[in-house]
């Protein structure tokens, strides 16, 4: 069926009635789910509920969702209206599940298990991590089929382009997006209304709008999640975009590792299409729009803008130093909007619920919700969208659960491989993009490390120099050699071979690359570094000066000690993997130096605290 | 016409012109590794960096490259202020633990006061600093037989899986436009080796000086419409046959 | 406007290499007659009146801008001349096999092609040649 402009309120209000009294069993068989088994546990429940011979009275819809974002939780199946909420679900929990679902009684050990009060909680309304969540750019996440764009219509979806259709210029969209503050999610945080509004005013033609799907940060997955769970939601955003800037033909640039989200987005697209909602004559009036989607180059720098657009191009994905901005000259040198996913995906609810609604919340600089990729050492490890402004306590602690196993919270990472590390003393910080630039860090485009005293600081930093180093695109000198060199002194440093010139040498480092390098890989690479420097620095000039790294990470600076807090209980020796750990039964264990290599395996299993970290013999 | 103050003077400009060119023209040094006017700037080397501002940036000022800046007007740049020449040294620095026997990165490294490169140097380091003029030449002027292939410190300049590329067609241009001469090839007579491929020489039809290789004479004569026949004759021979027909044409 | 061009009498040329020498000489090659960018040829058996002075002649159509894939030659419309533009020159000698007259030489020593610009519009080997076998107008 086609729709139009005059149809489609009418459609959806019909949808909504007669999903009214539906419930749906969804199983998440989003890319964590299918590697749980996820399909395996959608099988087993289309089974059982076969063999439940439920009646006709009872309406039930069965199907799958996209990702979540708590994959560690999965293969996740909840159970719609109610929002019952059922984690690390297998195949043969089908029965059981349908069985409660007839009762009215949830199945309990499936039911997620509240950290603290030890409770089972029964639907994900009372799970705190999603309690505490405003979760706007994936309002639909896990809330609906992908791959049914009805159950997208129902939610709201292509209401807010009907209505741009049906009634606004395609200034005033533009006006409407700068009015509601939004910023870039994708890494740098520029004002989408402004590079909207040069686009639109540039001359040239064909424009194009290119949504980035590449997703290169290591741990990030909120854009793969959405992309994965509401493609349409991207696609209207990005539709809503074309119409604003009179782009005509858009890109949508996946990540290679993301066929799952490519098979999502391109079902939508012909969804879409045969509705009438993509393609010439958008819901019958005269805007026509087409997508295609593009492969990512495979690299880490083909996120960044410039090198993306000449991946499309068919070109070597490197960066292009540019004075001249995308919106005048961008994919074939043709006027060009680039927007992260989430950024797209916040535009129909902007259009929907009006400028103000959005800009109501957030801080003053960065308006609305900000999706982040927490993961490291949480107790849970997952997607957490908040207002921005929330502090990172609140997201650390509050939401994610705090540090696992009674250890201590060391610093946050964030903005991704080239952000920064902020130690405790910075947990208060109301996290937008200003603030977080203002700490020596950055948003990036939302990814959270978060690690405790079993990390070593200099280690940390070599490990982001070390990826920047592989992922360089070595066109430019400062980055390519620079870094080469900057992975040289850490490497050193955590070898136990630093110098105190080093970080001497490290300082100038990191000018060459902040001002001489030619795109923002190099320019923001040394933040791992300066971060580290600028809060940690007493582990660096402990790991030169002293030999010792407290950590216990730089095998060459740490050796592993057992003391009189030990209660034989020998749960260290079993976990040793190379067997240097000796005692007899209820008596004081000793580790044999010559063979230990410092994994600190044993420190990690000891609930006695016997276990202690010195400077190498 | 704009105009720019450069280096605290007025100096007008075409307007979309690069900062390096106006600053040549006024007779004003840049450095630049990677630059060269048959091919698009690539801002690769990051040597040509000059400090701009505006009035209206209110003392704030940044640092671009000039060989791909373009000229407008107000532009305030200067072309050696302290951070310009201390950033050039930072990159000299590492470029001298790359390739310490590349002469014009000696030779910079000597004019910005580079006694000891405060990296170890790789004494035995190829000269090629990935400066990409040989292959913006070959890809955008000559056939496209060499590309850079992997990235970051692993990047470098090669034919496709480094086997003899039937692209290439011997002309030389990569290796001599070269500003380190990094790329070796030998050209002996009517015998010519580069990038793995050896290649005959056409002598001269006239006498047996070497010409062009027959795979350039070939692609010339395919691209750009010049006959193959004139190219296979040496300039001079060319020359003397010219004499010939005023002599003839004389009586 | 119509430039001026080089006018070459065969029938008045002596081969006395005068103008090899001037061209030469402004063009610091060293004073290298062999250098210069143009060439007075003998007749071989050496008969007065049949020698020949060969030189560029700025062709309208000019085999070495056709071939040049660097458009490193290039034509002032004040004097009519081609120029060679040195920063533009990658040196592949496309220039040299292009000219079918051979009045694109290539230097080898300093591996870039030569050629006559006309002096900027005044040039030196008219005002040496002793016979007004070469004349500019
Ligand atoms: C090295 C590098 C990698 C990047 N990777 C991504 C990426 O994976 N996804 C993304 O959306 N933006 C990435 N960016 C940022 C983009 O260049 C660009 O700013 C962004 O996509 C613009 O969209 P936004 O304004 O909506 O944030 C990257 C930037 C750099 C310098
Ligand atoms: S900064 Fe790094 S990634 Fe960016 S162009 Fe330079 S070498 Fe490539
Ligand atoms: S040698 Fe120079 S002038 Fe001659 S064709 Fe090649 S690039 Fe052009
Ligand atoms: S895939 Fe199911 S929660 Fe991520
Ligand atoms: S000359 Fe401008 S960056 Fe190399």
Known sequence: MKLTLANIDGYRQELVTQRKELQSIMVCCGTGCRARNGLGVAEAMGEALEAAGLGDEVKVELTSTGCHGWCEQGPIVTIEPDGVFYTNVKPEHAGEIVAGFQSGHPVQKLLYRDLTTRERKVTYHEVPFYSHQTRWAMRNVGRISPTEIDHYIARDGYKALAKVLAGMSPAEVVDEVAKAGLRGRGGGGFDAGRKWRSAARASGSPKYIICNGDEGDPGAFMDRSIMEADPHGVLEGMIIGAYAIGATQGYIYVRQEYPLAVKHLEQAMADAREMGLLGEQILGSDFSFEIKIARGGGAFVCGESSALMRSIEGKVGEPRAKYVHAADKGLFDRPTVLNNVETFICVPLILDKGAEHFAATGTAGSKGTKAFSVVGKVNCNGLIEVPMGTTLRELIFDVAGGVPKGRTFKAVQTGGPSGGCLPESQLDLAVDFDTLADAGSMMGSGGLIVMDDRNCLVDVARYFVKFLVDESCGKCVPCREGLKQMLAILSRITQGEGRTEDLVAIDKLCDVLKDGSLCALGKSAANPVLSTLKYFRSEYEEHIRDGFCRAGVCGKLCSYHINEKCTGCAVCAKVCPVTCISGEKKELHVIDQGPCIQCGSCFDACRFDAIEIRSAP | ?251 | MVSKLMHVTPSKCTVCRNCELACAFSHMHGGKPTAARIRAFADDQQREGHHAVVVCMQCEEAGCVKACPAHALWRNPETGAIYHVEARCIRCQSCVAGCPFGNMRWEAAMEFPTKCDLCDGDPVCVKFCPTGALEHR
Not at chain 2, 1 to 19: A, H, P, T, W
Not at chain 2, 72 to 83: F, H, M, N, Q, R
Not at chain 2, 144 to 160: C, E, F, H, N, Y
Not at chain 2, 172 to 197: M, Q, V
Request: net charge neutral; glycine share 8%; hydrophobic share 35%.
């Open chain 2, 1 to 251: 016409m704009s105009e720019i103050i450069l280096n605290g003077r007025k100096v007008k400009v075409r307007k979309g012109e690069f900062l390096l060119a106006v600053a040549r023209r006024e007779g004003i040094e840049i450095p630049t590794l990677c630059q060269h006017d048959a091919v698009e700037p690539a801002g690769a080397c990051r040597l040509c960096l000059v400090e701009v501002t505006r009035p209206e940036w209110e003392g704030w000022s940044k640092l671009v490259t000039s060989c791909l800046f373009p000229a407008e007007d107000g532009l305030i740049v200067s072309t050696d202020s302290a951070p310009v020449h201390k950033t050039r040294k930072g990159i000299l620095e590492l470029l001298m633990a790359r390739s310490p026997n590349a002469v014009p990165v000696r030779e910079l490294a000597r004019q910005y006061g580079i006694e000891q490169c405060p990296y170890p140097v790789q004494h035995d380091g190829d000269n090629c600093i990935l400066c990409d003029i040989c292959t913006r030449v070959c890809q955008n002027l000559v056939t496209g037989a060499i590309s850079r292939i992997d990235r970051g410190v692993g990047k470098r300049v090669a034919t496709p899986f480094a086997e003899p590329s039937t692209d290439c067609v011997g002309c030389l241009a990569c290796a001599k436009s070269c500003p380190t001469a990094a790329i070796p090839y030998e050209d002996e007579g009517l015998r010519r080796t580069i990038w793995g491929k050896t290649f005959e020489v056409a002598s001269c039809a006239g006498c047996g000086a070497p010409t062009v290789t027959a795979e350039q004479a070939a692609w010339i004569e395919q691209s750009k419409g010049v006959s193959r026949e004139d190219q296979l004759v040496c300039d001079r021979c060319k020359a003397q046959k010219t004499a010939a027909a005023y002599q003839k044409l004389a009586w």
